[in-house]
């Protein structure tokens, strides 16, 4: 670096100064920092109204997004040779209306330690591992589950975030604490699983939750199954459930379908999920999507049948705006879900801006 500087001119020296004393500080920084180590976040809010909410019929609000929960992390790699590398990453979800930790836990139950209820620094992923170019990947921390990520694939926008337009994750739970995880790709082959160790002395199980999955993506193709088990922490209670399903991508148009199968050992509850959507790339910057699930509950002849469109518009590569609509009905004895004041029909719908950086 050559900085020449006009003798007297007491600015440039000022300048040339700064600049050089400024490169020293940054490089030093950069020395001290692991190679590969990369910031990133969301934030995706809405503003929104919906009918039939438990204490006001009508509500309005500004509410976190319907595509994806708020978030930032951090997350790097170390080349350590021979194709393998150690890698982390640390997530923070928060809530953008108020600014507050999410990803809370009131009471431990399957596969989550107990906050009291607060949000956790970084709720939605916490982990390390190391991973090999043809072996795959293991890591461990609180992580995603297998079904979680297999279901992904089911519907046109993976999992959607706002309570009304959500099923299946609330079967497979989304992540869990004190995590294993294995995951490997091969060609067009995929393979997964976890096992989360439970950490409550005198338990009778030995792990909160276990799983596996495997995915076949070639071409426009892209299907996957999984089952897993989740233990209840303090009771005999568990949650098995299995499914298949995927997506084909036709021309502009990406079909997605599924099926899951949820069942208690001691609850005699039992769920048929079907579910099934479309997106189209109407333009370069907009897409339409639909999906819908239907929620079949054996054991107490009840139902949930939930519809959602959405039409998102892509400002720029990291920025877009959507409108969406969705709409519920619950049937016969299905239990209430959090979100509904009274059993029926409600319908929702709002305006949003996403923001990745």
Known sequence: MNFKLA????????????????????GSVQAQTPSGVSLYGIIDTTVRYSNNNAGDNNLAELTDGYF??????????????????????????????TGISSQGTATANYGQQSTGGQGRLFGRQ??????????????????????????????????PNLDAVTILNGYTGPRQ???AKYFGQWGALSAGA??????????????????????YKQGPVDVGGFWQQANA????????????????????VKLTFGYLNNRFDVSPTRNDVFTGGFAVSATQALTLSVASHYDRQRNA??????????????????????AEVDFNRINGAYALPAFMGVKGSKVGGGIGLRHRF
Not at 69 to 81: D, F, I, P, T, V
């Open 194 to 215: 976890h096992y989360t160790f439970g950490e409550v002395a005198g338990h009778m199980k030995p792990s909160s939750s276990y799983g596996v999955s495997l995915g």
């Open 68 to 97: 994806n929960g708020s978030r930032w992390g951090m997350r790097g790699n170390e080349a350590l040779g021979g194709g393998l590398s150690a890698i982390f990453n640390l997530e923070s979800g928060f809530d953008p209306t």
């Open 233 to 252: 922490l303090t009771t005999p209670e568990a949650r098995k459930v299995w499914g298949l399903g995927g997506n084909y991508q036709w021309g502009i």
């Open 7 to 26: 003798r007297g001119n007491r600015a440039n020296r000022k300048l040339a100064a700064g600049a050089v004393l400024g490169f020293f500080i940054t």
């Open 126 to 159: 916490a982990w390390v591992g190391l991973n090999h170019d043809t072996l795959g990947k293991l890591t461990f921390g609180r992580q995603f589950t297998t079904a979680y990520d297999a279901t992904s694939r089911f519907q046109p926008n993976g999992h």
């Open 301 to 322: 002849s009840g139902s949930r049948i939930m519809v959602t469109g959405v039409a998102d518009y892509n400002l720029s590569k990291r920025t877009d705006i959507y």
């Open 177 to 179: 604490d004190n995590m």
